[in-house]
């Protein structure tokens, strides 16, 4: 009877710790991002730290990179230009291969982050907000690729600050992908795509904090408010 009653206090005692840390948001055991029912119970009203930090991080490196972004690189680089005698280039290239790392390093967090917060919004709004964050995803990842094809398959140098420089890339000259677009001019139009979508996603973010009041822009701001 004894050992009855201590297992029920325990038990209780394991519930009263599950639902505190749900409801304040505290990472824990049965709150981690693997699955959606972890999800579905959290209570969560930021992101986690490590998520906010690179959200920012990859932001500030995203609008640096375009705001660098060289004119006429492209035509400076086939008229023989060596990148490496220009700051510029070799800024944008280091700040955009930042973001391709930052961007795998979030990733692999997507897989074992805390679970995200979650807003009570209609569906198309719900919807609309998936469908932006997967293609700023996809453009993550699409811009520093195209910029890398554009590299290799024209035979211009990778040129990173640090004096770091690769001259070849025969992997991506040799591919069937070089010869199939002219990546210069698609890593020209994502780079913008991500500059507009982005300027929209930010819109979206101020709307949530100035009409809606929701608590979407508190959620991954730096400091907690
Ligand atoms: C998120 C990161 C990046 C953004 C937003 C971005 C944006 C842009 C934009 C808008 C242009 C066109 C500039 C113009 O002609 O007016 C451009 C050109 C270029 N960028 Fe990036 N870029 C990024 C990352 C990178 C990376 C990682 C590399 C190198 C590995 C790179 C290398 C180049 C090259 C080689 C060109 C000239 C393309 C050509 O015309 O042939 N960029 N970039
Ligand atoms: C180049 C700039 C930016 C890029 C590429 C970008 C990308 C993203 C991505 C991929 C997410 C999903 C994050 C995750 O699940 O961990 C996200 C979330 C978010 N971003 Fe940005 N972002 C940018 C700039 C901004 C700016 C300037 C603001 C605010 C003014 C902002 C506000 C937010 C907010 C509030 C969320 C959470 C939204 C939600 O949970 O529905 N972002 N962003």
Known sequence: ??????????????????SCAHHDGISGPHNRGFGRQN??????????????????????????????????????LREGLDPATRWDIVTHESLGMLVAALTALRLLWLVVRPAKPRFEMPAWMQLTSKATHGLLWLLLLAVPATALLALGSEGHPLTLLGGIRVNEMPLIANSPLADLADWGEVHGL???????????????ALVHHGLLKDGVLRAMLPMRR
């Open 1 to 18: 009877m004894a050992s009855l009653a201590f297992f029920r206090a325990v038990n209780l005692t394991c519930l009263n710790i599950r």
């Open 39 to 76: 999800q579905m119970h959290t209570t969560r009203t930021h992101y986690d730290a490590f998520s906010r930090a690179l959200h920012w991080l990859t932001a500030i490196a995203v609008i640096a990179a375009f705001t660098l972004g060289p004119e006429h690189f492209g035509r400076a």
């Open 190 to 204: 994502l780079g913008d795509a991500i500059l507009w979508l982005s300027g929209l996603h930010a819109v979206a």
